[in-house]
């Protein structure tokens, strides 16, 4: 056997059947290291479509899906395929479906699009969004006899979850049904599922879910009529909190669970040195036990101008799905996405900042006594790309290492999309289209950070003009979909890959 360093005889003797199954059980990663240790072993692996679609789905972070009537050359054949539309966005199709008009929440998670209306119950209804494949189905549509404030969910997990306030009473409640029929949910320790609540109202709710654990920061009213705040964290398969906040380090702008057991905090921290405020990512970790969160790192943004004021924090990570996609031949892996950062300076000046969750994950190994403290240039340049920004009002904009832009007034029928799931040093890759290191150099006559700042994390730039006959005020984006929202927000068109 002509290898790069020895392997063992035991190996080298295996009949090729044996050595396929063996190989195919390792992940991509490992697969490469084999190939990089035994020519044998490369020449296995590149001699196999099944081993090779699996090292293009890692590429492109994509998990497999449970989809197996279909052979690895035809699967090779869809991927490349997938992955050539958006490089192009070159869609196979374009729907319209009419939805509520401003609805008082929405959702897009795993193919499906769901919104709410309240007043005095709330009417909710769920789509799975049409695909190059499949046709749109409709899940619900119907008023789930109650007033739900907001909802989340989990189409991978038949799960979604409705915010309620008992009126009469000073408790909070998780709904936990299935999407599908909105019934109660099989999984769930109880359909509703309960909370203490010491004051009337709920303001600015973020609620999210992530495996078994739904997330819920809002604002309240205090004992003394100031505004407060509360982080909630509960097992809803279980039926017990894992977590219950009101201390917190500086400003809370914004909360995102990045895991089932980890979520950052967006905060502006206000110093003595520094009026204008410094804006800084906590990380936190938390366990199904008493024990409260653990911060385990504190990630710095660059340092501004002390003429200048830092005052809100928005971030932004596609949705954490506890399962594949039904239906799908693959889905974007967990671990592979983007959080964007959004930062409002003075009312009106507006950027952006990339991070790949990879950087997040990293200090989540953190065991040691106290946190990491950690300034702009020890992990801004390598890490993030750092870009001016416009604001931003419906979510669900990015999925997975995908960002789709905002409108730009100057081109309202133009899409441009950000993609930050790619590796420059592929063979094949055409390195051209990578956006090099970028510079933020601040006007002398009016400062914002105090040193310029450099950022670097790779991505590449498409976009593509819409016909004049599709205007949208902004878009949505998921794994196999563009959504564009129209003027009056009361319908969707959907372009699919």
Not at 357 to 372: I, Q, S, T, V
Request: net charge negative.
């Amino acid at each position: 056997m002509d290898c790069m360093v020895p392997a063992t005889s035991s190996m080298s003797n295996l009949p090729l059947e044996t050595l396929l199954a063996i190989l195919n059980m390792l992940d991509a990663k490992s697969m490469l290291r084999c190939c990089a240790v035994c020519r044998l072993w490369q020449e296995t692996v590149k001699s196999s479509t099944e081993l090779q679609y699996t090292i293009e789905l890692w590429a492109d972070g994509m998990i497999p899906g449970p989809y197996t009537l279909l052979t690895a050359v035809q699967k090779m054949a869809r991927l490349k395929e997938w992955r050539d539309s958006w490089a192009s966005l070159d869609w196979k199709s374009r729907t319209v479906f009419p939805i509520m008009e401003h609805p008082r929440a929405y959702e897009l998670v795993a193919g499906v699009f769901a919104q709410q209306n309240t007043w005095p119950q709330s009417d909710f209804s769920s789509i799975r969004l049409p695909s190059s494949e499949m046709e749109a189905q409709f899940y619900s549509n119907q008023n789930i006899g109650l007033e739900s404030l907001d909802f989340a969910m989990d189409p991978t997990q038949d799960f979604v979850v409705f915010l309620h306030k008992q009126t009469d009473e000073d408790i909070g409640n998780f709904e936990c049904r299935s999407l599908s029929n909105l019934g109660p949910h099989p999984r769930a320790f109880s359909p509703r599922q309960s909370f203490g609540l010491k004051d009337d109202n709920f303001r600015r709710i973020f609620m999210q879910v992530a495996d078994d654990v739904i997330g819920l920061l809002f604002r309240t009213t205090g004992d003394l009529g100031a505004p407060s705040l509360r982080l909630i964290l509960y097992n809803w398969r279980e039926g017990f909190p894992l977590a219950d906040l009101t201390q917190f380090p500086g400003s809370v702008c914004d909360f995102a669970l990045i895991s089932p057991r980890a979520y950052i905090l967006a905060c502006v921290s206000h110093h003595e040195y520094h009026l204008g405020g410094l804006g800084q990512i906590h990380i936190y970790t938390f366990q199904d036990t008493p024990d409260p969160p653990r911060l385990v790192a504190t990630l710095r943004l660059p340092l501004l101008h002390h003429s200048r004021s830092l005052d809100r924090i928005v971030a932004h990570s596609g949705p954490y799905c506890a399962n594949p996609v039904s239906g799908a031949l693959f889905s974007k892996s967990n671990e592979q996405r983007i959080c964007v950062i959004s930062l409002a300076y003075d009312r009106a000046e507006f950027y952006t900042v990339y991070v790949h969750h990879r950087c997040f994950e990293k200090y989540l190994k953190n065991d040691g006594p106290a946190p990491e403290v950690v300034l702009w240039d020890n992990w801004g340049p390598r890490n993030t790309r750092l870009l001016p920004g416009r604001h931003l009002f419906w979510l669900r904009y990015v999925h997975g290492e995908r960002v789709v832009c905002p409108i730009d007034p100057d081109h309202p029928d133009r899409v441009e999309i950000l993609d930050f799931g790619i590796i420059p040093t592929r063979p094949g890759f055409d390195k051209s289209t990578v956006v090099r290191p970028t510079t933020i150099v601040s006007p002398v006559d009016r400062p914002l950070f105090m040193n310029s700042v450099t950022t670097s994390l790779p991505f590449r730039r498409i976009s593509r003009e819409l016909p004049g006959d599709d205007p949208h005020v902004l878009f949505l984006l998921d794994q196999d979909r563009l959504i564009g929202v129209n003027e009056d927000v009361n319908q969707l068109t959907v372009y699919a890959v």
